[in-house]
């Protein structure tokens, strides 16, 4: 499957980051039109949430399984 014909919910973060780049490019070009910066907009803001949320479910899995000092897997709160 093509990245092209892949839906949101199956772009990996890193694509979905990508995608949200070109948006800002083509918006920021400022050469598309009312309809399509609007559309675009709307792209990206799904594209941006859904990295955050990806983000935060990651640093949650990563507060989950940090070492201790001695090899044991304990839990604990990771920096911002």
Do not use: H
């Not at 949101?8 to 948006?23: A, D, V």
């Amino acid at each position: 499957m093509s990245k092209a014909s892949k839906t949101k919910e199956e772009l990996t973060f890193e694509e979905s980051l990508n995608r949200l780049e070109q948006i800002v490019e083509v918006l920021e070009a400022g050469n598309a039109s009312l309809d399509e910066s609007i559309k675009l907009y709307e792209e990206g803001m799904t594209l941006a949430k859904s990295c955050m949320t990806r983000l935060n479910e990651a640093k949650l899995k990563l507060k989950k399984i940090q070492k201790n000092a001695g090899g044991a897997l304990e839990e604990s709160d990771i920096e911002n």
